[in-house]
Nanobody
């Protein structure tokens, strides 16, 4: 499974971005998906996860109510909708495929990161 994340960029505080992560191959729906981020000098942080069919999600407290994960198995894509962005959301964002819930220890595949920069 190869994962390609996209959609990062520069946004002002209070703005929104939607990240996408597209999988190659036919096994996307076999995996739960997760989103993580890593800011400079910090450890990789779990943001949220979605089950294989898209009916159940869990979020970290730091993003709950602001970020939403969804998936489209027909498009082999998982999304991270980010609203009310804050400067502290600045980080490289990663998607991952694994077993639900997808935490750092339950991950089989990682995508390359996409940089999100939130200006104040």
């Amino acid at each position: 499974v190869q994962l390609q994340a996209s959609g990062g960029g520069l946004v002002q505080a209070g703005g929104s971005l939607r990240l996408s992560c597209t999988s190659s191959g036919r096994t996307f729906s076999s995996y739960a998906m997760g989103w993580f981020r890593q800011a400079p000098g910090k450890e990789r942080e779990f943001l949220g996860t979605i089950n294989r069919v898209g009916t159940t999600t869990y979020y970290a407290d730091s993003v709950k109510g602001r970020f939403t994960i969804s998936r489209d198995n027909d498009k082999n894509t998982v999304y991270l909708q980010m609203n009310s962005l804050k400067p502290e959301d600045t980080a490289v964002y990663y998607c991952a495929a694994g077993q639900f819930p997808v935490t750092t220890t339950r991950t089989n595949y990682w995508g390359q990161g996409t940089l999100v920069t939130v200006s104040s």
